[in-house]
């Protein structure tokens, strides 16, 4: 089947990046097919996908999920195969059949599977920013030994691989490049004063004026850790020192972030702030498809505003640009102390201003160390996972 077509399997279909990549898959039913589909809980989406992209496998991370899903594929004529767990997301990730793999699981739990795809040579579409953080220098030594094609699918990362030269090489060197300056919105909490902070909610957090995100990455832009995590994403997959990559506050997402030269030019990427067009450009690299993204009306948006970020305001930023510096296992002892506090916030155990502060008590915790292997990085995210819990429990809601 497929014969012709891109296979795809998306890591995370369920989810807010899943749900636009198969948008953009069913536009171009003569390019790309479906492989394999995977989620964590919601069975009844993955049943809805699977019957509208017929893929070869699903992957659901309980057994009783995978039995139910099978069983109602079976019924309705379907003849996916449900897999179990996460070892099957590597196996989907890496099957001979497989050209392209989107990764778009949130958080730690995508960084196996999209190793996997990365050592298996495929053409890989990474969303999945916490993988990088945690694991540069390991997942880029892997991406360059097999020779697989890494694409960026942060609206950042994929306006700054769009404006570098053809054929850029990682680093600055003999380039021209100068610095990159990354975008961000400020989130929703720009202007409303430091005190009330402590009074944001979940719901407050995952209202984000610009884009429609998961829950995580909206209160990551609401700190804008989401940025931090983005600075240490830039350094891995273009090259660049942290002094080299500069973040602007620009309210609207229209650019979606520059290159500066050394000759004074500055190249920028706009668009509508919709996903669909760095997938889309990732999918189909070299070539242009439609994304089904609204042409960007510049006489509508009239204006485009610049700012420097508030540190106060958003220490989280800082945090990020010091896990850089430190190296080592510092970036995902950071993302590691990320994912508790904003867990925990999202639980309403953890007051929204006080996710930094877990965060930097975390890194101070731990001495840093080299992350030589992925049994350090991962031994550095479980003891970051417990220091943290502790200190949420210890600052309460
Ligand atoms: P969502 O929360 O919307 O979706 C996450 C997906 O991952 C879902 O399919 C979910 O399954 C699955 N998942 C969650 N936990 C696990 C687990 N433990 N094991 C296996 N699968 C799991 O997230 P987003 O789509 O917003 O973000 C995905 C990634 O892309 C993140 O890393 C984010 O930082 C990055 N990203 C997102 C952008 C956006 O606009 N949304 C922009 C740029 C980057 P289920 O639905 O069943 O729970």
Known sequence: MNHGKNL?????????????????????PDLFGVFALTAHRQVDKLFEQCLAH????AVLERSEDALSLQSRLDS???????????AALAEVA??????????AIVGAAGLVPTLAAARAGKRVLLANKEALVMSGALFMHEVAASGAVL??????HNAIFQALPAGFQRGLHDSGVTRILLTASGGPFRRMPLETLAEVTPEMACAHPNWVMGRKISVDSATMMNKG???IEAHWLFGLPANGIEVVIHPQSVIHSMVSYADGSVIAQLGNPDMRTPIAHAMAYPHRIDAGVRALDLF???????ERPDHDRFPCLALAYRALEEGGVAPAVLNAANEVAVGSFLDGALRFDRIPAVIA???DAITPRAADSLELVFEADRKAREVAGGLVRGLGA
């Open 76 to 86: 309705a004529g379907c003849c996916t195969e449900v897999l179990i767990g996460s």
């Open 229 to 231: 995590l983005e600075v």
């Open 300 to 306: 509508e948006i009239a204006r485009l505003d610049f």
């Open 54 to 57: 017929r893929p070869a496998y």
């Open 94 to 103: 890496s099957a001979p059949e497989v050209d392209m793999v989107m990764a």
């Open 8 to 28: 795809i399997t998306v890591l995370g279909a369920t989810g807010s990046i899943g749900v636009s990549t198969l948008d953009v898959v069913a536009r171009h």
């Open 361 to 363: 008590d975390t890194l």
């Open 151 to 156: 694409l960026p699918i942060d609206s950042e």
